[in-house]
């Protein structure tokens, strides 16, 4: 099994930022994409961006373009987010995904989320 631990969640401002933390644990897993998603209560998820572990090519989703980063540290196994600019329509519960699928859709780990609340 693999775990996923988010961190860096919290209440802010808009045009504040936050940090993103994600930090896996356990076996290896053969998939070679890790990313974000996001979720508003009582609606669809939402893909917000992923990376290609070895590689480090990076994909974004549209409504995060130009002000969401993705970068990673392979040797603490830890994913982040950094989200600047931050809107209202940002708040949502974040989730770290491990073994992401290429459609950018479906993962196969997943952690627990945590919270973003932006205020305006």
């Known amino acids: 099994q693999v775990q996923l631990d988010e961190s860096g969640g919290g209440v802010v401002q808009a045009g504040d930022s936050l940090r993103l933390s994600c930090t896996a644990s356990?076996?290896?897993?053969?998939?070679?994409?890790m990313g974000w998603f996001r979720q508003v209560r009582g609606k669809r998820r939402e893909f917000v961006a992923a990376?290609?572990?070895?590689?480090?090519?990076?994909w974004y989703g549209d409504s995060v373009k130009g002000r969401f980063t993705i970068f990673k540290d392979n040797d603490k196994r830890t994913l982040y987010l950094q989200a600047d600019r931050l809107r209202p329509e940002d708040t949502a519960v974040y989730y770290c995904?491990?073994?992401?699928?290429?459609?950018?859709?479906?993962?196969?780990?997943w952690g627990r989320g945590t919270q973003v609340i932006v205020s305006s």
């Open positions: 356990g076996r290896p897993v053969t998939g070679h994409l």
């Open positions: 990376i290609h572990w070895i590689r480090g090519d990076t």
């Open positions: 995904a491990a073994d992401v699928a290429g459609t950018l859709v479906d993962a196969v780990y």
